[in-house]
Each structure stands twice: as structure tokens, then as C-alpha cells.
Nanobody, 123 residues
Framework: QVQLVESGGGLVQAGGSLRLSCAAS????????MGWFRQAPGKEREFVAA????????YYADTVKGRFTISRDNAKNTVWLQMNSLKPEDTAVYYC????????????????WGQGTQVTVSS
């Protein structure tokens, strides 16, 4: 079955950095666009970043543009989210998601989801 396993979350001070990883299995990874979403307590899940199947196209939420970078390695079935200049408002559970073929920025557009990894940014 399809599995998306996130790792790399943790506690970091404001201004710090974290790198999230998502290892995929059970699907032809290069046929799937990948996305990162996050959900803070009491809030809806929101789009963070997405990357096309080949990695040439990337998309970011305005709130993270210039601070976060999404990348992938199809040979390793892995997608990353490099998060720099973290702010307390970035605190959330971060989810990796896979969508067949085309990228999307909506929660409903994705086919598979990981279990999430907690990111906490202290002020």
C-alpha cells in the first residue's frame, strides 16, 4: 500500500531552520506531484508548498515564500521541505501529500497523505 512517512520535525527557536523529509513507497513516485500542508490547533489544514513530478515547477503559499524551499529526488522517492527563518506562526503539524500527475494547492486535490510531523517554533 501507499505510505508517506514524514520526519524532521521538532522544536526550534524563532529564526531557526528545520528540514522536513517525506519518504514515499508503494506508488510510482515520479508520476506524482508532491505537496506539503500544515495544520495548526483549531485551524484548517492549509497549503504550504508543492512541486511538480519532475521538480521543475514549485509553488508556495505567500506566507512562506522566500523562507521555505521544496525539493525532491525521484531516485530516492523523497521530497523535502527546507524551512528557514521560522516564526512562531509556523507552528503546526506538517503533512506530506501525493497527487497523481498534476500539482495542486488544495487539500481536496491530493490522493495520499502522511501521518504528519510536529513543528514547534518558540519565540
Amino acid at each position: 500500500q501507499v505510505q508517506l512517512v514524514e520526519s524532521g520535525g521538532g522544536l526550534v527557536q524563532a529564526g531557526g531552520s528545520l528540514r522536513l523529509s517525506c519518504a514515499a513507497s508503494g506508488l510510482p513516485f515520479s508520476n506524482y506531484a508532491m505537496g506539503w500542508f500544515r495544520q495548526a490547533p483549531g485551524k484548517e489544514r492549509e497549503f504550504v508548498a508543492a512541486i511538480s513530478r519532475g521538480g521543475r515547477s514549485t509553488y508556495y503559499a505567500d506566507t512562506v515564500k522566500g523562507r521555505f524551499t521544496i525539493s525532491r529526488d525521484n531516485a530516492k522517492n523523497t521530497v523535502w521541505l527546507q524551512m528557514n527563518s521560522l516564526k512562531p506562526e509556523d507552528t503546526a503539524v506538517y503533512y506530506c501529500a501525493a497527487r497523481h500527475l498534476l500539482t495542486d494547492t488544495t487539500v481536496a486535490g491530493y490522493d495520499y497523505w502522511g501521518q504528519g510531523t510536529q513543528v514547534t517554533v518558540s519565540s
